[in-house]
């Protein structure tokens, strides 16, 4: 039979078991700190900016035409030349005859025929009439003869002289119908730089029949260089003239540049996903001088920036604390180790950072990428950066 000694001993092991296991109990159904990722407010500068790929162009270009018909002779200036106002960039000559078969031969040689036939019997009747002319000019003076008779027979010299003259050309046409190859030609016609600059384009390089209007010959001026980009109609639709841009990767450093245009019509373009978007050309006019990017030229491919914002000093949060919030903005602020939500309001955004204008000073410290767990007031613990 067990003393009391043992009893009482037993009675402690059993006290102390269930004692251990309540505060295994309790430990595992405390609320435990949630962990958390977090980041500190600060302040700096923030630029939300818009970007998208483009290409070099000239802005004042001289597209040089060809300003009559003719055989051009081949052109031996190169993209890159430098021409010189008024300089001779390209020369025209009158075009060769064309070649004549057999038949149109045949038939152009019996209009000549025709012609001069006709021309014959023009002559004829010139001389006839004049011959009536001077007998009539005698009998007025006799009285054998009306003044009604001297002027119509003035009347029918003056129209046999018309018609022999009409005979004549006629003849004159025929006979140039039948010039081929070969035959004497005129003069060439030059044509010159209408400005001073470079040679971007040769759009007609050999030698052919052009006709009059052709484009021969770009020329542009040194500082007509431009940048166009192609961005979504979203973002353009945000953009003015006058807005700070940027040129980058084109191979050379980046230029500082400007909002010159926003064209007011935009275009459709499938990209390479197969997505149709809605694009707008936005031309970029470079502020650097032409030293910073003498190797820049028309084609080139570009990468361009727009400034939709920017701020020198503003309070700056992590992107990934923002969540959407009552229609607006909010982040998870810690305060004394539990997270609050404290509403915040936007400006400038970028794909890092936000900047805030209210809701937030620096310092502050925010979880970012919160979980579904975290809510009002839990308690969190922050991990320690990897």
């Known amino acids: 039979m ?97 070649l004549l078969d057999r038949s149109m031969r045949a038939q152009r040689e019996a209009a000549v025929a025709a012609a001069r036939a006709e021309l014959g019997r023009a002559l004829a009747e010139k001389t006839r009439t004049a011959l009536v002319l001077e007998r009539t000019r005698p009998l007025i003076a006799n009285g054998a003869a009306s003044r009604q008779s001297l002027d119509d027979a003035r009347a029918a010299a003056d129209q046999a002289a018309r018609a022999a003259d009409a005979a004549a050309e006629n003849l004159a046409e025929a006979r140039a119908a039948l010039i081929g190859p070969g035959a004497a030609a005129g003069a060439p016609v030059v044509v010159t730089a209408p400005a001073s600059g470079w040679v971007t384009r040769v759009l007609e390089p050999s030698a052919r029949t052009v006709p009059a209007g052709d484009q021969l010959i770009e020329i542009s001026p040194g500082h007509g260089l431009e940048a166009v980009v192609e961005f979504l109609s979203e973002d353009a639709a945000r953009m003015r003239p006058g807005m700070a841009a940027e040129v980058y990767d084109w191979g050379g450093p980046t230029l500082s540049a400007r ?67 009552a229609g607006g903005w909010a982040v998870w602020r810690i305060e004394a180790g539990r997270a609050h939500r404290a509403p915040v309001q936007t400006s400038a955004m970028t794909d890092r950072e936000a900047e805030i204008t209210s809701g937030l000073t620096a310092g502050d410290r925010v979880i970012v990428f919160p979980s579904d767990q975290v809510k009002e007031g839990v308690e969190v613990a922050v991990r320690a950066p990897s």
Request: zero cysteines; hydrophobic letters at 50%.
């Open 2 to 98: 067990p003393t009391a000694g043992k009893l009482r001993s037993r009675h402690f092991i059993i006290a102390g078991a269930v004692a251990a296991v309540l505060v295994v109990l309790i430990l595992l159904f405390l609320p435990r700190p949630i962990p958390v990722d977090a980041a500190q407010v600060t302040r700096g500068p923030i630029a939300e900016t818009v970007y998208d790929e483009g290409q070099a162009r000239v802005r004042d270009a001289y597209v040089v035409a060809a300003p009559v018909s003719g055989q051009l002779r081949r052109i031996t200036l190169t993209v890159g030349d430098r021409v010189s106002a008024g300089q001779v960039v390209a020369t025209i000559a009158p075009a060769a005859a064309p």
């Open 259 to 325: 909002v010159r245009l926003v064209e007011p019509e935009g275009f459709t373009k499938v990209s390479a996903l197969g997505v149709e978007e809605q694009r707008v050309y936005v031309w970029l006019t470079i502020t650097d001088p032409p030293s910073e990017w003498s190797s820049l030229a028309p084609g080139y491919r570009i990468w361009g920036r727009v400034f939709l914002h920017r701020s020198a000093d503003a309070v700056v949060a992590p992107l990934g604390a923002l969540q959407r919030h």
